[in-house]
């Protein structure tokens, strides 16, 4: 623990006599709910002028909060396709957060595109695990390999034990790039050339039926 004030005074005590002071700690981010002790040097004297020193133990209680992750990390597509990124989102924290949200946070360098940026995925309770689902795009000339989206997990404390507080997280999905879409234009090209194919097929019957008429006629 560390105070911003860390020597302070107090006051002339009269016997049976007592006074309050307002301190503001700041906690470690990682430190385990539960019940944790601040320890305080007091210093002072008597009336004559006797020195005495003592420890005192503050108890401080910790609340509990929640702590979100993603379970399932990566996932394959097609270069040039659109595909739904299914996360898992767990609760390993000891208290419920609600209002969660999963949220893509995509780079220009990288090759793709945000077809869904967030997704309300609501309340997550402790231990708990739920799916947020981002529809994503993928360049179809990017380069095939693993490439690396953050996924900003936000959420709100659980408001029944007086927790208001915001907790923001920021997860890595790896996206395996392993194949290519067929482009649109192949498909217009083979289109072509089924219908000169079939042009020419009805300009041959049709040079061939003509052909007919004319040798019937002439035989007459």
């Keep these: ?31 385990e709910s539960g019940l944790h002790t601040v320890k305080m040097d007091a210093n002072y004297e008597d009336e004559s002028s006797n020195s005495y020193s003592e420890t005192l133990n503050i108890p401080i209680r910790v609340e509990g909060k929640p702590d979100l992750e993603l379970l399932n990390e990566e996932m394959e597509m097609k270069a040039g396709d659109t595909s739904e990124l299914r996360v898992k989102v767990k ?91 067929q482009s649109s234009l192949i498909y217009v090209g083979v289109l072509g050339a089924l219908a000169v194919l079939v042009f020419l097929v009805y300009r041959l019957n049709r040079n061939r039926k003509s052909g007919s008429e004319e040798v019937e006629g002439g035989e007459e």
């Design 91 to 181: 609760n390993t924290g000891e208290q419920d957060a609600e209002s969660v949200t999963a949220r893509v946070l995509s780079e220009r360098s990288q090759p793709f595109s945000l077809e869904d940026r967030s997704s309300y995925v609501g309340e997550i309770e402790a231990s708990e695990t739920s799916e947020a689902v981002l529809e994503i795009s993928s360049d179809r000339n990017a380069v095939l390999k693993q490439h690396q989206i953050k996924v900003h997990l936000r959420a709100t404390g659980d408001s029944t034990e007086g927790d208001n507080n915001v907790y923001t997280f920021t997860e890595n999905v790896d996206v395996e790039l392993q194949d290519r879409t």
């Design 1 to 31: 623990a560390y105070s911003e004030d860390e020597k302070f005074f107090i006051d002339r005590l009269e016997k049976a006599e007592t006074a309050s002071r307002t301190l503001s700690v700041d906690l470690d981010e990682d430190l």
